[in-house]
T-cell receptor, first 112, second 114 residues
Framework: DVKVTQSSRYLVKRTGEKVFLECVQD?????MFWYRQDPGLGLRLIYF???????EKGDIPEGYSVSREKKERFSLILESASTNQTSMYLC???????????FGAGSRLTVL | GQQVMQIPQYQHVQEGEDFTTYCNSS?????IQWYKQRPGGHPVFLIQ?????EVKKQKRLTFQFGEAKKNSSLHITATQTTDVGTYFC??????????????FGAGTRLAVHP
């Protein structure tokens, strides 16, 4: 089974702090994604990457950046956290040519 | 922009009753997927529908894809407490550019009372 691991399940940060959310997948998938999940809004795509060092903006990239230095690892960075970035962040991956996402367990971020 | 509307947002049923959630897309889809997220968990893939008018069954779950490939439904017969969770549809627009973009519905949260 594909495993997508998010390093932090729960984080509490202060406004203005830099936040790193790490995601690692073990199935050599090219495509990796970061979503945020908010009640009533479903899952919204922040950024995705289809190869090492390649990244594309999703629907809500403002306030976020990403890094993909190795194929298995996709990091989401909040340069200066704000309270409206309090959310559940979900990482996902999928192989090329397939459309099915495998999600990590999620990282619940609270920004005070 | 492209949207996938999902209704209802929330439904609670008595165990044994049926349940249906509906998705409608603002654009024609190449395929639609359904995911289930248990309370405290993460979305897990259930099924993908590709063909116009397609119907697929998984035990008590029946999935349909509309003829125009713009809507879909998930029907659960005789709900059980294990069905509790949030059900998401995710549509891939027909012309979404270089990658298979998925647009998620807001989800339907199902509560089942024993």
């Amino acid at each position: 089974d594909v495993k997508v691991t998010q390093s932090s399940r729960y984080l509490v940060k202060r406004t203005g702090e830099k936040v790193f959310l790490e995601c690692v997948q073990d199935m050599d998938h090219e495509n990796m994604f970061w979503y945020r999940q908010d009640p009533g809004l479903g899952l919204r795509l922040i950024y995705f990457s289809y190869d090492v060092k390649m990244k594309e903006k999703g629907d809500i990239p403002e306030g976020y950046s990403v890094s993909r230095e190795k194929k298995e690892r996709f990091s989401l960075i909040l340069e200066s956290a704000s309270t409206n970035q309090t959310s559940m962040y979900l990482c996902a991956s999928k192989p090329p040519g397939a459309n099915v996402l495998t999600f990590g367990a999620g990282s619940r971020l609270t920004v005070l | 922009g492209q949207q996938v509307m999902q209704i209802p947002q929330y439904q609670h049923v008595q165990e044994g009753e049926d349940f249906t959630t509906y998705c409608n897309s603002s654009t024609t889809l190449s395929n639609i997927q359904w995911y289930k997220q248990r309370p405290g968990g993460h979305p897990v893939f259930l099924i993908q529908l590709v063909k116009s008018g397609e119907v697929k069954k998984q035990k008590r779950l029946t999935f349909q894809f509309g003829e125009a490939k713009k809507n879909s439904s998930l029907h659960i017969t005789a709900t059980q407490t294990t069905d509790v969770g949030t059900y998401f549809c995710a549509g891939a627009p027909m012309f979404s550019g270089g990658y298979n973009k998925l647009i998620f519905g807001a989800g339907t949260r199902l509560a089942v009372h024993p």
